[in-house]
């Protein structure tokens, strides 16, 4: 293997993947580092038997004309991943004996859905419409937030429109600080919907989620946007990047885990030390780095004080870690589930917390015939799993499967005989699969001190250093993440004097 790199991209999800993507299809010798045996991170697979089960994201957006995942395979040159447009986006139970809400696609069920739902709460709905309005122009222009640079400014400032100026202020507030604007301030069933839909997205509930990126997911469903459900899984939207990435030049190494940067002995750039399966620890020489890993990771692959600003270092560690989660990986016989059962589904409860299920479709191919697969999955801290004995561990699992299969058959009334498969993921399982601090999943929650001008930037004050991935604007989710590699991507092409523009 050469020892000499352009451009090493550090971890395997979707972000990495799409910045790999991104500078070899602009003729930069990029390699890829993956510590695992597979791609794709939290949106990932694995295999148990004849099922495939989905690690942890299980929808996709973007992939409609024009969105982020469609504009970036276009740019590449490759073929989107065999994909359905999810109706309802998602059914959510409230768990209250009321009817569940149905996220409609079509704008105008939609509006006759929150009208039934919601009565008299017209004025926030629209008031979050207009924001988004303004969002989405907004970030179909590229712009590059934090801004940390001269270069960094003006995109920004090209990408304004009055739109933007005028919804400005509201960056300051939270999603609840418009339900108080808008008079819907007491409403508790919609705060409870609320609560429950931005968690999936923002980690937070509508009290301390940013209006300006509360607004934006709440309207995810609806047309022209939407979600998506891919043929096969998740891993196909992996594949189809790393295609790109190994027909454009560009190389992906597998159980490459990355252990240490320093800076190059005998010339500019990195020394990148990787750990390898047979024990040995090679060094590469890379002139950039691109991490996608959490930026909780960077302290220890820096532990030289004179490599980083030590403000930086102290903010990094700081950071907080917002969740982790348990996730029950389930197989049936499809006879048992309702006869009308959405793909997915949000159900309120107490404990262990909320439930988000995915449930796989007839001949999507993560089931035989006949049968389906079932993923619930809820958000737990991720502190104390990694300190507790083997037996102590064992029994808090085996406890919160029970606990989380009773919720899951009551939200889809299945008998309990009906499972043929049954397992359950925690926090410390998601460390070892990932190589995330702690096992955390997603990225910093988004509170209107970490959204948009006020996050953490892709460019580090670390020179050749950049980020991408869920904790870099604009935050979470396959698409978000692929615009977190977009934006880190053109950064280091302008500091080498090359501009990088999708094409259209």
């Not at 400005?168 to 409870?192: F, H, I, K, Y």
Request: net charge neutral; aromatic share 6%; charged share 15%.
């Amino acid at each position: 293997m050469d020892a000499s790199q352009d451009v090493i991209v550090i971890g395997g999800g979707i972000a990495g993947l799409t910045a790999a993507a991104l500078l070899a299809h602009e003729g930069i010798g990029v390699t890829l580092l993956e510590s695992h045996h597979q791609l794709g991170g939290c949106a990932g697979t694995f295999r148990r038997g004849p099922y495939t089960f989905d690690v942890g994201a299980t929808q996709v957006a973007g992939l409609e004309p024009g969105g982020s995942h469609a504009r970036l395979f276009h740019h590449l040159n490759i073929t989107p991943p065999v994909a359905k447009r999810l109706d309802p986006g998602c059914v959510v139970d409230l768990n209250d004996g009321s009817a569940a809400i149905h996220l409609w696609h079509d704008p105008q069920r939609w509006h006759q859905e929150r009208e039934a739902q919601f009565p008299g709460t017209e004025r926030f709905w629209q008031l979050c419409s207009w924001i988004h309005q303004q969002n989405w122009q907004f970030a179909a222009a590229d712009p590059v937030l934090p801004v940390r640079s001269g270069w960094d400014l003006n995109r920004t400032l090209a990408a304004l429109r009055l739109g933007n100026l005028i919804s400005a202020p509201l960056g300051l507030l939270t999603v609840g600080d418009l339900l108080r604007l808008t008079g819907c301030g007491e409403n508790q069933r919609l705060r409870r919907f609320l609560d429950l839909q931005l968690r999936l997205y923002s980690q937070q509930p509508c009290d301390r989620t940013a209006a300006l990126y509360g607004a934006t997911v709440l309207q995810m469903c609806q047309a022209p946007l939407g979600l998506w459900h891919l043929q096969g899984s998740m891993q196909s939207l992996s594949e189809s990047l790393q295609s790109a990435i190994e027909r454009d030049g560009g190389k992906v190494l597998l159980r490459h885990r990355v252990t240490g940067l320093r800076r190059h002995p005998e010339g500019p750039g990195w020394s990148v030390h990787v750990d390898l399966p047979d024990g040995s620890k090679p060094s590469l020489h890379a002139s950039d780095v691109i991490c996608s890993l959490p930026p909780q990771s960077l302290p220890a692959l820096l532990p030289d004080p004179g490599l980083m600003p030590e403000t930086y270092r102290r903010h990094l560690e700081t950071l907080d870690a917002p969740s982790g989660a348990i996730v029950f990986y389930g197989a049936l016989e499809r006879r048992h589930l309702p006869s009308n059962c959405p793909g997915h589904l949000q159900r309120d409860q107490a404990s262990p917390g909320s439930l988000f299920l995915s449930v796989s479709h007839d001949g999507d191919g993560r089931a035989p015939a006949g049968r389906a697969t079932v993923i619930a999955s809820v958000f737990t801290s991720p502190q104390g799993w990694h300190t507790m004995d083997e037996e102590a561990y064992q029994s808090r699992k085996q406890n919160l499967l029970a606990t989380i299969r009773k919720g899951v058959n009551a939200a889809l009334d299945l008998p309990d005989q009906a499972w043929l498969h049954q397992e359950l993921a925690t926090p410390r399982g998601f460390a070892r699969w990932t190589g995330r601090p702690q096992g955390i999943v997603g990225g910093l929650g988004q509170s209107p001190d970490r959204f948009g001008p006020f996050g953490l930037a892709s460019r580090t004050p670390v020179a050749n250093l950049w980020l991408c991935g869920d904790s870099i604007h604009p935050g979470e989710g396959t698409a978000g993440v692929s615009l977190s590699a977009l934006m880190a991507c053109r950064q280091m092409m302008a500091a080498r004097g090359r501009e990088l523009s999708l094409t259209h």
